[in-house]
């Protein structure tokens, strides 16, 4: 007979007079219990004498009646899988009781029981994944009966719901697109030396590169149409779109007679870095365009920024330190040094401006949706660390006493990765924080003051 649903009428003659009884026993018991409890429809198992009832507030979880006529008993217990005929190891969800001569009632009475327990649901977060658990009150204490584990974006808050509407909007593939390439590139810049011999395979490389930040511009055009920071942080994707793409031209090429390339050819070389660090400036415009914090002190200890700032300069004295090391073998590749040093101060403004996005964006939580602060706090942290010369210069001394194909992975992390995944987070934070013209927010030019920030300032200008 399989199985039909609680709410249908009991057949005596089909179901067995026993179950039948309990059918009956445990109907009568949701009849008198306030909803939520009577909410879910429950089951009979008619091939297995059971009466199967979902609780109501634990997802996917069940508990279970079932008549053991063999042994004269009925047993009661919670399903927590997807076998609902696995009993559970923990003593307090489970019973059995005689069939005579009133087991049928004390099985309900046991199921009512279990119903009125008080469930709390928690949900911790751990970077991009959260667990979500349910626990029962047992004699005091607590018990888990459940477990589970999402991505952050989902099934959250208020703002993680924003956070997975913008995250599922029509242009979401892009998302998933720019993810791809960018593992890709990755594992091609990573394999090429050691495992691969063909010249266009780093060609293909750069191409990646460009396509992964090219896709994450195209998503938050379309993620944050109508918002007011719109126009400031599509404008850095746009300069890290163009800062990869210029990978793609040709190297500088030395003369025959052993000269240096001219000066346009190796501007080429630098362009790239000025370009990240112009593109880290427009993020940290945008995210200025927000509310500041309504209380008076910082939302850290006064030091950190001391603290930061040191950093810095280490970081920078680092790449000083190794271009007054650098001795040219020639008069012709003197030439290399000017614009090694472009370089290093795009890579120390770059990092300059990230650690100060940090700070800004810790400061404006407020003001943000949590999901969004987060996710701008772990991108502007990943910018850092890919544009830190001390990060870069160390793993460069770690990479010779590592195996070959594994230093070459390592060395290509920090800068690939971490910079991708930097200014895709800072991108959805953007797109997730901003609100929408269209649903009614203020005017980029109008400051709004609320009794939560009333020194509010003109948020997200165009």
Known sequence: MGMRWFEDPAEGERLGDPLAQLAVAVSRMLDGLPPPASAPPGRVD?????????????????????????????ACW????SD??????????????????????????????????????????YGPMRRRQWTLTIDGGELVVRQDWVPAWRDGDEGGAALAGTLAGPGSWLLGVAVVAALARWLLAALTPQLLSASWLHRAAQVLDTAAFAAVAGWFAVAAAGRPARVRVLAGLVLATLGAALALLPEPIWAPDGSAPLAPELLLSAIPTLLGAAAVACYLAAFLGLPGRAESGPPWPRI???LAGLAWGIDSAVGLWWLARYEPATPDEAALLWPAVLLS??????TGLAVVLVFVLADRRPAMTWPAARAGLAGAILLALAWSLTLQLGIGWLVPLLPQALGSVVLSAPVLLAGFAGTALVAVAAAAQAPSRAEGSPSANVATASPRNPRARPSWGE
Do not use: K, M, N, Y
């Open 46 to 74: 008619a091939a297995a004498s059971a009466v199967l009832l979902p609780h109501p507030l634990v997802p996917g979880c069940r508990l279970v009646i079932q008549l053991a006529e063999w042994s004269s008993s009925v």
């Open 78 to 81: 919670w399903s927590v899988g």
């Open 84 to 125: 609902w005929q696995a009993h559970p190891g923990t003593p307090e969800l489970f019973a059995e009781f005689p069939l005579r001569p009133d087991g049928v009632d004390r099985a309900a009475a046991w199921l009512e029981r279990e119903l009125r327990r008080p469930v709390a649901a928690r949900t911790r977060s």
């Open 304 to 306: 950190l920024p001391a």
């Open 345 to 350: 101060a795009g890579r120390v403004a770059a």
